[in-house]
């Protein structure tokens, strides 16, 4: 199976700061990476597929990049509602793997 | 609208059997692959198990291999999961969930609220 590891597992960031979260493949996936947004007691909400296209309604402060084994989420200017845990999943075969997700904080 | 609703949840005792339905409206069920995915209290993520459109593949994880069974009822817009033989390790809210086409290829785009499943004595 392949490995997802993200990083960090957690941060505290500040409104309006710039925050990046990584998730790396253990063998290459090609660009079949999505990216999902889950706040507490919520369901996990898709924010970027096929590793940099975003979702129909989701924010443009949000964007993902990379490709093969190396992958990006970029919150550009962190709003309040995006303090949340962010899992990366891989889509390229079965079975599918998650990345073990990153808490954004407050600061 | 897309929707998703999970019903079958509850408290059951090591060995035992559950199953779970998912109920969904507001797009083509038959035209969309579909999934459940668990996530233990306080936990992150993990894929189940995953079933075409047309509900001729199936996948799952090597952890409920042998012990769940993912189906789907067109007439009834509706997803299931069986689960037998049912361990302290299977306590999760468990998520169904839709692909983004039929095939099982292409990422999970919209997710039910989840029910809860508690395997306990």
């Known amino acids: 199976a392949i490995q997802m590891t993200q990083s960090p597992s957690s941060l505290s960031a500040s409104v309006g700061d710039r925050v990046t979260i990584t998730c790396r493949a253990s063998?290459?996936?090609?660009?079949?990476l999505g990216w999902y947004q889950q706040k507490p007691g919520k369901a996990p909400e898709l924010l970027i597929y096929?590793?940099?296209t975003l979702q129909t309604g989701v924010p443009s402060r949000f964007s993902g990049s990379g490709s093969g084994a190396d992958f990006t989420l970029t919150i550009s200017s962190l709003q309040p509602e995006d303090f949340a845990t962010y899992y990366c999943?891989?889509?390229?075969?079965?079975?599918?793997?998650f990345g073990q997700g990153t808490k954004v904080e407050i600061k | 609208e897309v929707q998703l609703v999970e019903s079958g949840g509850g408290l059951v005792q090591p060995g035992g059997s559950l199953r779970l339905s998912c109920e969904a409206s507001?797009?083509?069920?038959?035209?969309?692959?579909m999934c459940w995915v668990r996530q233990a209290p306080g936990k992150g993520l993990e894929w189940v198990s995953t079933?075409?459109?047309?509900?001729?593949?199936?996948y799952y994880a090597d952890s409920v291999k042998g012990r769940f069974t993912i189906s789907r009822d067109k007439s009834k817009n509706t997803l299931y999961l069986q689960m037998n033989s049912l361990r302290d390790e299977d306590t999760a809210v468990y998520y169904c969930?839709?692909?983004?086409?039929?095939?099982?290829?292409?990422?999970?785009?919209?997710w039910g609220q989840g029910t809860l499943v508690t395997v306990s004595s």
């Open positions: 507001g797009f083509t069920f038959t035209s969309y692959a």
């Open positions: 063998q290459g996936i090609g660009n079949d």
């Open positions: 096929g590793a940099s």
């Open positions: 969930a839709k692909h983004r086409v039929a095939a099982t290829s292409g990422t999970i785009d919209f």
């Open positions: 079933i075409s459109g047309s509900g001729g593949a199936t």
């Open positions: 999943l891989q889509d390229y075969n079965y079975p599918r793997t």
